[in-house]
């Protein structure tokens, strides 16, 4: 038998929500899915990182 490692558990009542499910079978409550928010995010911190890196190694050779 295969064990599921990514369950999606409900957090309003505890029921596992089934993948690509929009809401709760159980509740009814809308499933949140924050895997964009977390790329972006993602992103930003990089993108942050290297303008410090390139700024610091300049004002290093003026």
Known sequence: MEEKINKIICK???EEIKEGAQFCGKCGKKVKKCYILIGVILVFICVVGIYIY???R???ST
């Open 58 to 60: 300049t004002n290093k």
């Open 12 to 14: 309003k009542c505890g």
């Open 54 to 56: 390139i700024n610091s």
